[in-house]
């Protein structure tokens, strides 16, 4: 059974970091397509960053620049760093996993993704 357990959110304030991990179980990552989502009360849920087994990375336009999506095979884990956080950023914060070999533009949308994470909440103070 697969399951991806996240961590590391909290509260900030603006222009803060925080470093999100997820742990991945009965799957290996370097196999899997893997992206970090987020939604917002009351939004639907989209693709913040994700990242491809060969090491190629997608980004949001909002979070480019500011956010690198990253995974350690041997941890089974993947990380999200998010830095200059603003209040936008607010939101639960879910990782995804998904065995099928998708390209790159197809993996900030859910619909690709199998496996889901119970999230963990990041709210950015002004």
């Known amino acids: 059974q697969v399951q991806l357990v996240e961590s590391g959110g909290g509260s900030v304030q603006t222009g803060g970091s925080l470093r999100l991990s997820c742990v991945i179980s009965?799957?290996?990552?370097?196999?899997?397509?893997m992206g970090w989502f987020r939604q917002a009360p009351g939004n639907e849920r989209w693709g913040v960053a994700a990242i491809r087994p060969d090491g190629r990375t997608t980004y949001a336009n909002s979070v480019q620049g500011r956010f690198i999506i990253s995974q350690d095979n041997a941890k089974n884990t993947l990380y999200l760093e998010m830095n200059s956080l603003k209040p936008d950023d607010t939101a639960m914060y879910y990782c995804?996993?998904?065995?099928?070999?998708?390209?790159?533009?197809?993996?900030?949308?859910?619909?690709?993704?199998?496996?889901w994470g119970q999230g963990t909440q990041v709210t950015v103070s002004s």
């Open positions: 009965g799957y290996t990552s370097r196999s899997a397509c």
């Open positions: 995804a996993a998904t065995r099928a070999d998708w390209s790159l533009v197809f993996l900030l949308k859910t619909d690709v993704y199998n496996y």
